[in-house]
């Protein structure tokens, strides 16, 4: 039998993202409703750690729906990585009788939550937060959607210098693995390329870039770059240019961690309302070890092995989409 749950803990961990204060809100508040007392641990797991742990009331989550970053800070934590480090975060998950934990991060901090929830049948929620868009299971993640609007506005700007000087910018952007952003903003700020890690063995996505990308009527190109250090990012497609193709003025812009501060928008608050309601009604619900996600606009529970191991695709057909509107 369940054992009942009185007490949650929660934690922000990883990079932080847009968003992630109004999940703290939403999971805060959503448990008080329900009669849950609330514990914030501060500095994710490293907090777990050193005990940095407080009681949470309605009042510690006013005023942060519209505030970037995580009032309860985020830190790596090797330590947390052993065997030593994960039993010295339960010794005192136990002292403060916490009965359920709600991750807030990305694949590593929900890896995190699965050793917890293994080792210790401790019940876990977790909620999605990167910006990357790279969790399987769920269409979006918290700060994606701010990070997207932030990197368009950035290239918004870029483009009336590249106009200017007739010159092909290579703008790089986070991602990592996975190339939504870097696809989605050359969508939508009109870009003449994305290159991307999901195509890094398919083609030479720079030469098609060259001959699809460039004519006699565009005198000036942008081209976003995911960062994966496999394709090299910026810096190495505007060096082959310039070994390459020396008749074109080249420029880079890396956006760096601008990409994941600012105010969340609207959807990404939304979402992070819904997720975080949904983390507690999920644990009041009997549902443990599994990530939010929302598929279709609808809820849904992702088991952390899903959510973890598969790789999210990228919409190929999207790809198409931006050759044919780049022309």
């Known amino acids: ?112 939550a699965r050793l917890l929830a293994q080792e210790f049948d401790m019940p876990c929620i977790g909620i999605p937060a990167t910006i990357d868009n790279d969790l399987y299971g769920t269409d979006t993640t918290l700060g994606y959607d701010t990070a997207l ?38 969508i939508a700020s009109g870009a003449e390329a994305a290159i991307i890690p999901e195509h890094l063995t398919q083609e030479d996505q720079l030469a098609v870039f060259i001959q699809n990308g460039m004519r006699k009527s565009k005198n000036s190109s942008i081209v976003l770059v995911s960062e994966n250090p496999e394709l090299g990012g910026a810096m190495h497609y505007a060096e082959r240019v310039r070994n390459e193709f020396p008749q074109f003025d080249v420029r880079v812009s890396i956006l760096g961690h601008m990409q994941r501060g600012g105010r969340p928008t609207a959807h990404d608050r939304i979402i992070a309302g819904r997720m975080g309601a949904a983390s507690i009604e999920a644990l009041l619900d009997g549902q443990r070890n599994v990530m939010i996600g929302i598929r279709n606009d609808e809820i849904v529970y992702v088991p952390f092995n899903t959510a973890i191991k598969k790789d999210k695709p990228i919409d190929n057909h999207l790809m198409n989409v931006l050759h044919m509107l780049s022309i």
């Open 1 to 112: 039998m369940a054992r009942r749950i009185n007490c949650i803990g929660i934690l922000t961990s990883g990079g932080d993202a847009p968003g992630m204060n109004a999940a703290i809100r939403a999971v805060t508040r959503t448990a008080i409703f329900n009669g849950l007392k609330v514990k914030g641990i501060y500095r994710g797991y490293k907090g777990l750690i050193t005990n940095e742990i407080k009681d949470f009331k309605t009042e510690n989550v006013s005023n942060i729906v519209q505030q970037g970053g995580t009032i309860l800070k985020t830190a790596r934590c090797p330590e947390f990585k052993t065997e030593e480090g994960r039993a010295e975060a339960w010794k005192n998950i136990c002292d403060h009788e916490i009965d359920a934990l709600i991750v807030i991060g990305g694949d590593g901090s929900l890896s995190g």
């Open 149 to 186: 609007n932030t990197i368009v506005e950035t290239v918004d700007k870029i483009r009336d210098t590249a106009n200017s000087h007739e010159r092909i910018f290579f703008v790089e952007v986070m991602g990592r693995d996975a190339g939504f952003l870097a696809l989605n903003s050359a």
